[in-house]
């Protein structure tokens, strides 16, 4: 008996919850840090490096980078990448606003004079997922 219902709460566990692998391509250096945020709330939060529902500060090697965020809840998310170069944990822009470090979102959303929302970003988690996301500078 002790078998079936840890068997069940296996079972259980691997339908509620999946694995986000996050691919990030583009990088032109290996200077700094990327930090990645995931996101599960659609308000002023998103791609805020500091309110995230999950992050992580990750070395750069070959100019690329992979993580898993494991064990995720099935819902739905929106990630945000920028490339710190100089490891000040935001993403530094000129006097006009634009960005001098490389950045990116989910869905691989590029607007024009403005940064991406979660609406656009987001994407549905009801299994392991995969997401590429291209740097741009």
Known sequence: MKKLILSTVL?????IASDIIVEITGLLNQNGKLSIGLYNKNDDTFANMSKYYKGVNLIINDKKAIYTFENI???TYAISVIHDENENKELDKNFFGVPKEGYGFSNNIRPTFRGANFQESKFKLNSDKTIVINIGY
């Open 11 to 15: 079972f259980a566990s691997t339908i």
């Open 73 to 75: 809840s099935n819902g």
